[in-house]
């Protein structure tokens, strides 16, 4: 039952514009699960979905909503991909790379990815302050992209800053207030043309003399006996870095936010770093990196009784979802011994998970489910543990901002400042 009480206050449009909101969205959205469910924001020109079963129900609906939006961001920016197609269209380009991402097929990567992490750890200080997102998360994810992609190391730097600067020219906001093409997208669609003439002699290449690395596989790689053109496999590396980076990036940010805003549950983890798992899948419950999901709606569809009349944007807010007190008992509170979460690894088709147990939507859910969901986890458990070899008794440094911020459809802090001991 969802109950909430309403004082005097501003209306919901006002706030979903104000500065309250955007430092702290989850006061709003628990009003609106109460209050509005399905709303209409006239500013951004969709409907907002903020109650779990509606999400869940939204993300498994692939008859009436469609992915065709991402055209108009991610696709403008590096063409078309599997995240912009419908139907059988999308089965088969999914099926052409999903198998590299999971299980016997991906366990090669784990090897790269710490590798990378320790190249990182090992710059740290002995001992003193680090800033966590300066020094690891912002590179970890894109760094082992690159280098499962068998790029050169020495190019790290460089599709660092491809991947920013795509990054930014893929704002959801510009897309629902206009349909202009603003000066960061032109740079985006630079920053794509650039790393696509750097990748394409390595993908023909590969063609002839596959060498084991991610390119050599999707090179060759089919699925119903096609493969993906020299476009699709330059268009597809570009949403790996985007999809895979700065999701990453945050998801490990927030985790070590959460973990050190909350000592008691730290200590749990150092004590036994195995529970590193159980915290990422409560951060991507708690403070999911990415909010929410746009969906086209091309039919009429019903939610908590109203109807979204056909032809309009649809913004899931997964985050709202996944902190929904009908679902998950005191939702703010970060606990990493939950007994209402599927605390493990993520089902793609599964929310209700076994006795009573619900699945979070940090990954979103159904067929466009996160091909990277293994590859973030792992990348966050085995970094996370690498640190603490590393760092001896982390702690909040003082001073330090734990604000979130919401940016480019992401959320977390600006920076992670953790102070510690010599190993
Ligand atoms: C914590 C980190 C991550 C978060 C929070 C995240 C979040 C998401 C979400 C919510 C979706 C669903 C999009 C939709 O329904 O429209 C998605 C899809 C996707 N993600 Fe991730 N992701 C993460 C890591 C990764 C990584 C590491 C990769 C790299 C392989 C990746 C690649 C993708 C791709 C390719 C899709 C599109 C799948 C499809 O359309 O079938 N993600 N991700």
Redesign the pocket.
């Known amino acids: 039952m969802y109950v909430f009480n309403m004082g005097t206050q501003l209306s919901i449009d006002e706030l979903l514009n104000s500065e309250e909101h955007h430092a702290d969205p989850y006061p709003l959205w628990k009003r609106m699960r109460h209050e509005a469910p399905v709303f209409f924001d006239k500013k951004l020109n969709a409907w907002l979905l903020t109650r779990y079963e509606d999400c869940v129900e939204a993300?498994s609906n692939h008859t009436d909503f469609s992915?065709q939006l991402?055209s108009k961001t991610l696709g403008v920016v590096f063409g078309p991909?599997?995240?912009?197609?419908d139907g059988h269209e999308?089965v088969v380009?999914?099926r052409i790379?999903?198998p590299e991402?999971v299980g016997k097929r991906f366990e090669p990567y784990y090897e790269a990815i710490e590798r990378n992490a320790r190249n990182l750890i090992n710059e740290f200080p002995d001992d003193g302050v680090v800033d966590l997102v300066n020094s690891f998360t912002t590179r970890l994810?894109v760094n082992v992209?690159v280098d499962m992609l068998g790029m050169d190391q020495s190019d790290h730097e460089r599709f660092h800053d491809w991947y920013t600067t795509m990054m930014a020219g893929l704002s959801v906001k510009d897309l629902l207030e206009s349909q202009f093409s603003s000066e960061k997208q032109n740079l985006g669609v630079l920053a794509h043309q650039q790393l696509a003439e750097y990748v394409a002699p390595i993908i023909e290449d590969r063609k002839s003399c596959p060498v084991g690395d991610l390119i050599s596989k999707i090179v060759h790689a089919e699925a119903e006996g096609q493969k993906l053109t020299l476009t699709e496999i330059q268009a597809?590396i570009s949403?790996?870095l985007v999809?895979?980076?700065e999701?990453?990036?945050?998801?490990?940010a927030n985790m070590w936010t959460q973990l050190l805003l909350n000592p008691e549950q730290l200590d749990a983890v150092l004590d036994d770093q195995d529970l590193f798992d159980a915290a990422f899948s409560e951060m991507?419950r708690h403070s999911?990196?990415?909010p929410g999901?746009?969906?086209y709606a091309v039919n009429e569809v019903t939610f908590s009784g109203v109807t979204i009349p056909a032809n309009q944007a649809v913004y899931?807010q997964?985050a709202s979802a996944n902190n929904d007190e009908t679902v998950f008992s005191d939702p703010r509170s970060f606990k990493i011994d939950r007994d209402d979460l599927h605390l493990s690894k993520e089902r793609k088709m599964g929310h209700h998970g076994d006795e009573g147990r619900y699945g979070h939507?940090?990954?979103?859910?159904?067929?466009?489910?996160?091909?990277?969901?293994e590859?973030?986890?792992v990348?966050?458990v085995m970094g996370s543990t690498l640190l603490c070899e590393k760092m001896k008794n982390p702690r909040l440094a003082p001073g330090a901002d734990t604000a979130f911020i919401m940016k480019s459809g992401?959320r977390s802090p600006k920076e992670v400042l953790i102070e510690y001991d010599q190993a």
Do not use: S
């Not at 991909?81 to 197609?85: A, C, F, G, I, P």
């Not at 999701?247 to 490990?252: A, L, M, Q, S, V």
């Open positions: 993300f992915n991402y991909t599997m995240l912009d197609k999308h380009q999914r790379v999903a991402f994810p992209i597809f949403l790996l999809a895979g980076g999701t990453t990036d945050k998801g490990i991507m999911p990196p990415v999901q746009l969906r899931i997964l939507l940090g990954f979103g859910l159904g067929k466009h489910f996160c091909l990277g969901y590859m973030a986890r990348e966050a992401t």
